[in-house]
């Protein structure tokens, strides 16, 4: 059986406060400063700032407003049905939002919007997979892992980046 491949942990500072990037040779995890469940770093997991520059410089260029879709490699270890909502996540364009619903008719699971609320929640990668992008089908912002408040600062940003863009 091959070893388990230790994780690797580094802080970006954001404008949402400092985030928990872990992972080895892609993105395991990012975890909010406010989040209910903590994330690590765990007793084996060991400090390495340097190996997430390329996924820190991407974090910074998205909270600049000059990036709109990430490219980093990432690991999904959830469900076969939570992968495909994450891997959807991907999907929905920079700035824009869609609904619980909207996404289960998209990955072909119509009647399945609670199940995709339940794995838009188990969602390890915040940002970099936009589960913020997700609302309530009457537009209410839903809970959100790091809190409402930054589901509503990281929606305003998109937002805020494509009224900029329109505008040039």
């Not at 992008?133 to 930054?150: N, P």
């Amino acid at each position: 059986m091959p070893q388990a491949t230790k994780l690797r942990y580094g802080y970006f500072d954001s404008p949402i406060g400092p985030l928990l990037v872990a992972g080895a040779d892609q993105l395991h995890l990012i975890g909010f400063p406010t989040e209910r469940r903590t994330k690590g770093p765990r007793a084996d997991w060991h400090r390495d700032d340097a190996l997430f520059a390329h996924a820190f410089a991407q974090l910074a260029a998205y909270f600049a407003g000059e990036l709109t879709r990430f490219d980093l490699p990432l690991r999904f270890a959830g469900t076969a049905f939570q992968n495909k909502v994450w891997t959807a996540l991907c999907d929905i364009p920079f700035g824009e939002t869609t609904s619980y619903g909207t996404l289960a008719a998209r990955i072909g699971k119509p009647t399945a919007s609670r199940a995709v609320g339940g794995a838009n929640g188990a969602n390890p990668l915040p940002i970099v997979v936009p589960c913020h992008r997700v609302i309530g089908a009457d537009k209410s912002l839903t809970g959100f892992g790091g809190g409402v408040e930054i589901k509503q600062f990281l929606l305003a940003h998109e937002h805020g980046v494509c009224m900029d863009e329109a505008l040039r």
